[in-house]
């Protein structure tokens, strides 16, 4: 009897654990990369070059990501200034985010990387008054 018990626990209950704690992480990862791709086009968007823009894009994604126990994809970050790709006062910088959540199943222990891959975009506004240093982006 107690072999069959540590048979159901270890065959049913624990997978049944992940299965459950990986599908609690789906919304607060969703929540991350929105985050990450509104701070980081926020932080691009206060730049004078696009240049300066997708470094800072870039160093707020990485910090972001860290603290919300997300993984940026390998092509994380893509950049379009407007739709014609120039960097001007009055135009917009969008940034869309790629990101795959990580699962913590034991803290400080062991982390898994959960497969499906989640993206968000956000279009910040340049102001208009701003001065440009650059003209492509």
């Known amino acids: 009897m107690a ?3 540590v048979a159901a626990v270890g065959l049913l209950l624990i997978p049944l654990f992940i299965v459950v704690t990986s599908a ?3 919304p607060e990862t969703k929540a991350a990369v929105q985050t990450i791709a509104t701070e980081a086009a926020r932080a691009g968007a206060q730049q004078d070059s696009c ?4 470094a800072a894009a870039v160093q707020t994604a990485k910090d972001l990501a ?4 997300v993984t940026l994809d390998s092509n994380a970050l893509t950049y ?10 009055d135009g917009v910088f969008t940034v869309k985010a790629n990101v795959k959540p990580d699962l913590v ?6 982390t898994i990387q ?4 989640m993206s968000a975009s956000h279009s910040e506004p340049i102001d208009r008054f701003r001065f440009i240093t650059e003209g492509r982006c």
């Open 105 to 110: 199943l034991l803290p400080g222990a062991y």
């Open 24 to 26: 609690m992480k789906v």
């Open 66 to 69: 860290t603290q919300f126990h």
């Open 51 to 54: 240049t300066a823009a997708r």
């Open 114 to 117: 959960l497969p499906a891959s």
């Open 80 to 89: 379009s200034a407007n739709a014609s790709n120039d960097w001007k006062a």
């Open 3 to 5: 072999a069959e018990w």
